[in-house]
């Protein structure tokens, strides 16, 4: 279920530069922060992509990064190769890349996707090596922590912490309730 308090509203309204599937007049905006090396964000994962399925353009979906450095050590590198494929247009691929290879996360492996994902793996290497795309990042996970989130993966349902399960039956539940109000 999805309990608002003071502490679970989104407090950064999704804007330009976030990443965004679906339309923004979908009566029902689910963000998440993720950590890319988390495993219960890549067990989430696949529960998103159904979601985003079935529900097609009723559900805006939006990603932003919160890196957890303290216990993933890859995760920030991970969320910078993201933004470094956004900036060649290939966010969305790079993303499901990195959660598919949760396990293989280290530069080499990174510039490898790049390449697979017909990137200029130069310019993607240079970038991650300069850590051009590191304030990006850093923006989502101060936006997050505003928000109260201290862990991964939270959800936000229409601005509100989705405080429930993240299989997807309960977030089914939670975004069928959304829409119905």
Not at 93 to 106: F, G, I, K
Request: charged share 25%.
């Amino acid at each position: 279920m999805t309990r608002a308090s003071a502490q679970a509203l989104l407090t950064v309204p999704v804007a330009l530069p976030d990443h965004v599937i679906g339309p923004a007049t979908a009566p029902v905006t689910l963000v998440e922060y993720g950590d890319y090396e988390c495993p219960y964000c890549g067990g989430s994962y696949p529960n998103v992509k159904e979601l985003l399925r079935r529900l097609g353009r009723k559900v805006r979906f939006v990603y932003r990064h919160f890196p957890l450095n303290t216990v993933h050590p890859h995760a920030q590198h991970a969320a910078e190769a993201a933004e470094a494929a956004g900036a060649q247009d290939k966010f969305w691929e790079m993303h499901e890349m990195l959660y598919a290879n949760q396990d293989a996360l280290e530069d080499e492996d990174l510039v490898r996707y790049a390449s697979e994902l017909d990137l200029d793996a130069e310019r993607f290497a240079t970038e991650l090596a300069q850590h051009v795309h590191a304030a990006r990042v850093r923006e989502d996970f101060v936006s997050g922590a505003r928000s109260g989130v201290n862990g991964t993966p939270t959800f936000f349902i229409n601005d509100v912490r989705h405080d429930g399960s993240f299989d997807l039956p309960t977030l089914w539940e939670a975004i069928e309730g959304a829409l119905q109000s």
